[in-house]
């Protein structure tokens, strides 16, 4: 089944500790993204990669950093978490056919930090 | 300030109503992408829009992109309560390059059997 999968889907930790969200895809596909859903704020993307080893900053990348060192893996890290990094955290992959993307989206890692 | 404003932002009817969600912006795009998203799950895709004034149609939800390809609607005939969800409208920042999308803050609809 094509799916993008998410680890952890809860998370609470503390300040300052630092963590990784995983994030992998089954379908090739060479396009991933990292995104942050916040009531009032809607959906806000992270950071998103064009391919491994090829990053590149979204609208709200402080306080992150993700790697692409596999085509199909794309963790976003949290080196010292702070409670406004409280949020829902969503992954995507997307591929690109006949001048139109399609994204998928993973089911979504809660983040809680005191 | 939002790119993308959606109206409204709540709604609730009964089912076998009808409805209309709206996105607007005052900038142009390329294209224009609808999704839904459940509960407990990531938005899923359910249309792009590419040309001004197309109209697609996914069962009992029509979608039209503007003529000037700044705003667009969803409308849904005889809603169901399989359709309660967050609609949301995301647009490209590059031409025919999702990877970079900018979402609106949503629609979330409740249909009550």
């Known amino acids: 089944e094509a799916q993008v999968t998410q680890n952890p889907r809860y998370l609470i930790t503390v300040t300052g500790k630092k963590l990784t969200v995983t994030c992998s895809q089954n379908m090739n596909h060479e396009y991933m993204s990292w995104y942050r859903q916040d009531p009032g704020l809607g959906l806000r993307q992270i950071y998103y990669?064009?391919?491994?080893?090829?990053?590149d900053k979204g609208d709200v990348p402080e306080g992150y950093k993700v790697s692409r060192k596999e085509k199909r893996n794309f963790p976003l890290i949290l080196e010292s978490p702070s409670p406004n990094q409280t949020s829902l955290y969503f992954c995507?992959?997307?591929?690109?056919?006949?001048?139109?993307?399609?994204?998928?989206f993973g089911p979504g890692t809660r983040l809680l930090v005191l | 300030t939002q790119l993308l404003e959606q109206s409204p932002q709540f709604l609730s009817i009964q089912e076998g109503e009808n409805l209309t969600v709206y996105c607007n912006s005052s900038?142009?795009?390329?294209?224009l992408q609808w999704y839904r998203q459940e509960p407990g799950e990531g938005p899923v895709l359910l249309v792009t829009?590419?040309?001004?004034?197309e109209v697609k149609k996914l069962k009992r939800l029509t979608f039209q992109f503007g003529d000037a390809r700044k705003d667009s609607s969803l409308h849904i005939t005889a809603a169901q309560p399989g359709d309660t969800g967050l609609y949301l409208c995301a647009v490209p920042t590059y031409p025919y390059n999702t990877d970079k999308l900018i979402f609106g803050t949503g629609t979330r609809l409740q249909v009550f059997p």
């Open positions: 990669s064009m391919n491994v080893e090829v990053t």
């Open positions: 829009v590419v040309t001004g004034g």
């Open positions: 900038s142009v795009f390329s294209s």
């Open positions: 995507a992959s997307s591929f690109y056919a006949a001048e139109q993307e399609t994204q998928y």
